[in-house]
Structure formats: C-alpha cells, structure tokens
C-alpha cells in the first residue's frame, strides 16, 4: 500500500473512531461530575467552530439560579448568616468558558481570561464579604475592620498587604514588622508589649520616665511612634 | 566492535536527549506556570513537520529547487526539533487516545527517522571498510569473509528495510493527527 493510500484509509477510520466514541478518542480530561452523562454528546455544550457555548450551558444552568438552587431544581444551603452573594447575574459578560471548564485537564488547555474581579458589578466588587466571608481572620483587627478588604489587600490574593502601621508605629532595622515580636496575643492586635527586649524592661523604663512623672508604662506606643527615644510626643503622663 | 554496539551509542544520544529534553521543558512549563504555551508549540511543531516535508516533494520531484542532500539534512532537523516541541504539546496527558497514538507513532517514525540517519549510514560504510580491512590481511575466500561478516551483513540487511517502516507510519502519523487537528478546530473557540 502506498503512503498516500495508507493516509487515506487511516484517516477513514480515525474519522470512524471520533464518530463512534468520542469520548475515548478526543476527550481531553473526564468531565467533571455533574456533566458525566453528556460524555457521549459533545454538542450538547459545543458548537462547531464555536466552543463550549454559554448559551447551552444557560439551557441548565439558570443564570439567576447559580448559587441559589441546583440544576435540579434543590435548594443550595445558605453560607453562614448571610447568602452567597448571586454575582452571576450582575456579570457584564456572560462567558462561562472564561472561568469554567467542563473538563478535569481544561486548565492546561485553556489559555482564556480566568475569573477576574472587574468582571463584577461595582456593588458587588465592594462588598468583599459577601463572597470571602468565610475567609475573615477572627482575630481583632479584621474583625474591627469593615467590608472593605481592599483597603489593604489587593484582588490577586491576600498577600502581600498594604496595611499601614505606620499611623500607630513606625517599623525600623531594630523593630522589624514581624507581628508576634510584639503582639503577643493573635487574636487581639489592640494588645502589645515593647517588654522582652534587652532594651525594653519594666524597672529600666520606669527610671527612665519617672523624672517626667510618666506612670503608664505599658502603652509605651502612645508617645513613642518609631524607635526613636526622642521622638516620644509626651502623651503618657498620667 | 559490531555496529550494532558501535553505533547504537549515538543513535540512544539523540533519540534519549530528544525525549529527555520534552520532559524538562514540559516539566519547567508546568513548574513556572506557563502550561499553556504547550498549546502553541503544538502549531509551531505541526509547521516545522510540515516545512520538513520538502524534501519528501524534492525527493518525489514534485518540486525542482533545492538539493536533496541539503533538504534531506533540513528535513532531519526540522523534524526533530518539531517532534520536540509537539512532545512538549502533548504533555502527560492521557484523556484522548486518539493525540496519544499519534504522539506514539510520531515516536516510533524518529526512531525510524534515527535508523536511517545514523544507524543505515554508518553501518553501510563501516561493512564496506571492514570488507576490505579482511581483503587487505590476506587471501580471504568468500564464503570465510561472509561468515566473519555475517552478524553486521545481517544487520545492514535488516536495516535496509527501515524506509518499509518509516513511511507507513509516517502516513498513519498525518492521518492521526489531521483528525486530532480537524477535532481540535471544531470544539475549541477560537
């Protein structure tokens, strides 16, 4: 047979292979387990030349149910106090392929746009909570804070953060801005001790403050905001 | 030494670099998180494959320009730095059998490709001089020099044969892969 010939009559039988099991021929990844019965039925979420097609994933997936009921029509249980907030509907564009994938090794197929924030509408995007609730620290100072993660963090990931202790203390080479140096407990970011350095002891500090009759010897943060001794701002005397 | 020791130490070099080599770029893309360049170097293998295969045309002399010698050695490394890269397309990936036995046959036509390269070339020369190394020592009769040769005559024997595999399988391979490419164009968005 010659090499032409050979061609053809594989190509033949490739092309019969598709057809018949699609599913052991092409597939790139099992799909994933609520999809498992269309296996067989590429064109149940393909179109030609076209891709997965939003609109067939729609046909199932109601946009205004996502989050909210199953395909199947079941309730979703509610997170904590509040819903998960239904931000599908708000989506400006409505390309479900451009997050998801039907398919277990879509991620080392799909070169598209992932999730991005700005997809969001600006309702939504404010209100971290709505989506990371379960994600909120418990200690203190995220607690304290208000709904508003992106004061500090930005939408790529929780770090690195922005949060600007500066106003309370200024970080130097000798008062690095390792938290547990000095907040000692980690759920209370409010409590602190500057005690415990070779520099820093109680009887020291209360002979060095004693001459401006300075008694509160713990909140030593109040006068003193660097490291600098003499950059107190004299807010300790009583 | 037989050629079959002789020259198989060259022949696993290339051969072994080449597969090696696919999964440490593989490796370093998936590591780095640039997984989906494997999807470009899949076109950009499938080019080279097919911009080797002018020396098939030249050989064939559908085309007139170039010389066969020189096409011949495009079409060596076209193919195998094509191979390499579509290697690194397909991945560890095992979902779709279809890419997966193309991938294998790809494999099997460069060790083909390799046989001809180094292996046909090689031991064809050194049965030649080694003929004439026996002639040269003394009056050999005939029959004693093919029994001294027998081993690397039967080897050279074995290898002309080469170019019976590597063209069937080189078409199963375009067949393979045209359905894989076809399959590819209709599902994926473009």
Known sequence: ?????????????????????????????????????L?????????PFRGANSNKCAACHKIGDIGRVTTAGNSLPVLGSKR?????????????????????????????????????????????????LT????????????????????????????????????????????????HMDS??????????????????????????????LEQCAKCHRTGNAEESEGRGRH | MPILLRKI???????????GLAIVLDLLLHRSGLFWIGRYLGICGTILLLLSFVYSLRKRKIINF?????????????????????LVHAGWHFSAVLPWLAVLLMVVVVASGFTGKFLLREAREHLKVRRQELQDAGEVSQSDLDKRLFLDSLTVDLMENWRHVHLPLTAIFAALAMVHIVSILVLWKW
């Open chain 2, 9 to 19: 130490v060259p022949f696993a070099f290339w051969y072994l670099l080449l597969i």
């Open chain 1, 135 to 182: 994600q909120k620290p418990h200690d203190s100072l995220h607690q304290s804070a208000d709904r508003q993660c992106g004061t500090c963090h930005g939408t790529r990931g929780w770090r690195p953060a922005t949060f600007d202790h500066t106003a309370y203390f200024r970080f130097d080479s000798n008062h690095p801005s390792r938290c547990d140096t000095c």
């Open chain 1, 39 to 47: 296996a067989q039925k590429c064109w149940s979420c393909h179109k």
């Open chain 1, 84 to 132: 998960k907030v239904l931000f599908h509907v708000g989506l400006a564009n409505k390309d479900c392929a451009a997050c998801h994938t039907a398919h277990r090794s879509g991620r080392y197929i799909s070169t598209g746009p992932r999730f991005e924030h700005d997809l969001l509408l600006v309702s939504i995007k404010s209100d971290c909570v709505s989506c990371h």
């Open chain 1, 187 to 216: 759920t209370s970011y409010a409590s602190y001790t500057c005690y415990g350095c070779h520099a820093h002891t109680p009887t020291g500090m209360a002979a060095a403050h004693v001459e401006e009759s300075i008694r509160n």
């Open chain 1, 1 to 37: 047979m010659t090499p032409t010939r050979t061609l053809l009559a594989f190509l033949i039988l490739a092309a019969a292979f598709v057809f018949a099991f699609p599913e052991t021929a092409i597939n790139p990844g099992n799909l994933s387990k609520g999809h498992t019965q």
């Open chain 2, 66 to 86: 170039g010389s066969p010698k020189e096409l011949l050695n495009v079409h060596e490394y076209l193919s195998w730095a094509g191979v390499l890269m579509i």
